[in-house]
């Protein structure tokens, strides 16, 4: 798990490095932004997978796991919520096939999710720090 830990810290802050050089270049031919951000969830999930497996460990942070835990379920929800929500709420042509009702929720939950995602990284590196210790 040691190992596990090491991986994962430098991938998600590889990770977190292009996507800021990706935004700076603003080049999506050569650094996809959008590409780096899918590809940081994708890590972050399988991460929480193989956390959950791993079952409890004294060097786990119990409490930020569930703080993000309770957080990325609530970040879903508004998510979801954005994808189902009618397009009858919204002023203007309710036959418009390209009106996103969704979207200022969509947005709403983009930052908590950013949010997340620094935490579960700081998270990630205080396990790290704490298997040294205990290791």
């Given at each position: 798990?040691?190992?596990?830990?090491?991986?994962?810290?430098?991938?998600q802050?590889g990770?977190?490095?292009?996507?800021?050089?990706?935004?700076?270049?603003?080049?999506?031919?050569?650094?996809?932004?959008?590409?780096?951000?899918?590809?940081?969830?994708?890590?972050?999930?399988?991460?929480?997978l193989?956390n959950?497996?791993?079952?409890?460990?004294?060097?786990?942070?119990?409490?930020?796991?569930?703080?993000?835990?309770?957080?990325?379920?609530?970040?879903?929800?508004?998510i979801?919520?954005?994808?189902?929500?009618?397009?009858?709420?919204?002023t203007?042509?309710?036959?418009?096939?390209?009106g996103?009702?969704?979207?200022?929720?969509?947005?709403?939950?983009?930052?908590?999710?950013?949010?997340?995602?620094?935490?579960?990284?700081v998270?990630?590196?205080?396990?790290?720090?704490?298997?040294?210790?205990?290791?």
């Amino acid at each position: 798990m040691k190992s596990f830990k090491s991986i994962d810290f430098f991938l998600q802050t590889g990770l977190l490095i292009l996507i800021v050089l990706a935004f700076i270049t603003d080049d999506a031919d050569t650094l996809n932004p959008m590409l780096f951000i899918l590809l940081l969830g994708v890590m972050q999930i399988i991460s929480l997978l193989v956390n959950m497996l791993a079952g409890p460990q004294p060097w786990k942070k119990r409490g930020w796991r569930k703080i993000h835990l309770i957080g990325t379920a609530l970040v879903l929800a508004l998510i979801t919520i954005a994808l189902v929500q009618d397009s009858s709420r919204r002023t203007g042509d309710k036959d418009d096939k390209y009106g996103m009702p969704g979207l200022g929720t969509l947005l709403l939950a983009t930052i908590p999710a950013v949010l997340l995602g620094l935490f579960y990284v700081v998270i990630t590196f205080a396990e790290k720090k704490n298997i040294k210790k205990i290791q």
